[in-house]
């Protein structure tokens, strides 16, 4: 039985983090990703959109809503904005 529940809590500890507020930060390289192609200069509508449209995961779609309001000139400004939120 001890067994078991180890490997219960194995499961879930890969698992539970995800779901449970421990959200996992987006990688810059899976943000980058998603934004193939966007234009720039970009306003954070631009990009979350064309996030939206590239398939970014539910994570990167919500780092990408609490980056500030304005005009992003390359794609390590959005970079170093997603940064300063952790």
Sequence with gaps: MTSK??????GNG???GQQQGGRQEP???DVQKSLKGLDFPAS???IVSKARDG????DILAELEQIPERE?????DI???LGKLH
Aim: charged share 35%.
């Design 5 to 10: 529940q180890g490997q219960e809590n194995n």
């Design 72 to 76: 992003y000139e390359t794609p390590a």
């Design 55 to 58: 398939g970014a995961s539910e």
């Design 27 to 29: 990688s810059p390289i």
């Design 79 to 81: 970079s170093k904005e």
């Design 44 to 46: 954070k509508d631009d």
């Design 14 to 16: 890969k698992q539970g």
